[in-house]
């Protein structure tokens, strides 16, 4: 196993989050975010700048993403379909401290489409989470659900979701989140079939092609 590259500390939140993907309201502001200022394989000609936070609660954990972004795509409307091929924001994620449970996969374009998935390594095991867990994944999106023709001007757009624990302990062993509590995960950008394709990563995945799919380069998000 390589040595985790990143740390990230998930603050707690106190009260109610409304999901409307406003990266400025008030319970994010002192939220520390992460920076996804690594690539896998050859740096891209375009290399957007990507920010995340987290949080989390008993029930649930909050991310959003904010991207500024150029060369904006979105044609994939369907969850369960090849949202990355669209702009697209991702985690891949084992929610406990071991990568050999497996990890999942949540890759959402920045029209709200979904891909979710649970599986052992790649190819393996895979598990398509269905229409009615999709269904409970509380998303916002400040971009429209399509964007057909690419946007070449700068462009920023923000993704909002809130994704309840009790989804993920139905396919995979759950360390719940509280203090100490240590989950692995990288964070990515990409964006397949767009005139500047590029696979960014949060913690780097030192291979030669961009591959997403190795938990061996997942940081750590520590739960305070």
Not at 51 to 68: G, H, S, T
Not at 118 to 143: F, K, W
Not at 170 to 190: D, H, L, M, T
């Amino acid at each position: 196993m390589k040595t985790c590259a990143k740390t990230y500390s998930v603050m707690r939140l106190d009260g109610e989050l409304a999901i409307d993907a406003d990266w400025n309201k008030l319970q994010w502001q002192a939220v520390p975010p992460i920076t996804l200022d690594q690539c896998s394989g050859k740096r891209p000609e375009h290399f957007p700048h990507t920010q995340v936070k987290l949080m989390y609660d008993d029930k649930n954990i909050y991310v959003i993403f904010r991207v500024d972004d150029q060369y904006v795509r979105c044609v994939t409307e369907d969850h369960q379909a090849l949202v990355f091929r669209d702009s697209c924001a991702e985690i891949f994620f084992t929610p406990a401290e071991d990568i050999e449970q497996g990890y999942f996969k949540l890759q959402i374009n920045c029209g709200g489409a979904i891909l979710f998935r649970c599986q052992t390594t790649r190819n393996v095991d895979e598990i398509y989470l269905p229409g009615t867990d999709l269904d409970r994944v509380e998303v916002a999106h400040s971009m429209p659900k399509i964007t057909f023709h690419e946007i070449e001007k700068p462009t920023t757009w923000t993704l909002e979701y809130r994704l309840p624990l009790d989804i993920l302990s139905q396919y995979a062993p759950v360390a719940k989140p509280e203090s100490g509590i240590v989950w692995r995960a990288n964070f990515y950008k990409c964006a397949d079939l767009t005139s500047k394709p590029h696979w960014l990563t949060w913690s780097l995945v030192d291979v030669p092609a961009p591959d997403f799919h190795r938990p061996e380069f997942f940081g750590e998000l520590v739960f305070e």
